[in-house]
Nanobody, 128 residues
Framework: VQLQASGGGLVQTGGSLRLSCVVS????????MAWFRQGAGKEREFVAV?????????YYADSVKGRFTISRDNAKSTAYLQMDSLKPEDTALYYC?????????????????????WGKGTQVTVSS
């Protein structure tokens, strides 16, 4: 399984970006797809996850709730992260990840340990 993330860039405060993550190999529709981010000098943190159809829903970190939207297109094997109302504190390297297992409840899906495959990050920089 390979992941290719794209869509990062430099944007002003209040602006928007849409990240894409194309997955090749495996069976995309059976995976949960997650986005994490890592700011300079910080640990990797959970942003959002979308579970496979019929096995739960969508969850966001409190810091992005109401501003970011995660979605998926199973026909294109692609996950998206629409980011609106961006703030300087959103500046980070954003990673998408494939979670092949379906866990009871939500918590474990929000941890890096649940990711089986990582893509290379795409940089998002928000200027003030």
């Amino acid at each position: 399984v390979q992941l290719q993330a794209s869509g990062g860039g430099l944007v002003q405060t209040g602006g928007s970006l849409r990240l894409s993550c194309v997955v090749s190999g495996g069976t995309f529709r059976t995976y949960a797809m997650a986005w994490f981010r890592q700011g300079a000098g910080k640990e990797r943190e959970f942003v959002a996850v979308i579970r496979r159809s019929g096995h739960g829903g969508i969850y966001y970190a409190d810091s992005v709730k109401g501003r970011f939207t995660i979605s998926r297109d199973n026909a294109k094997s692609t996950a998206y992260l629409q980011m609106d109302s961006l703030k300087p504190e959103d500046t980070a390297l954003y990673y998408c990840g494939v979670q092949t297992k379906n866990y009871a409840g939500t918590y474990y899906h929000t941890t890096p340990d649940a990711v089986d495959y990582w893509g290379k990050g795409t940089q998002v920089t928000v200027s003030s």
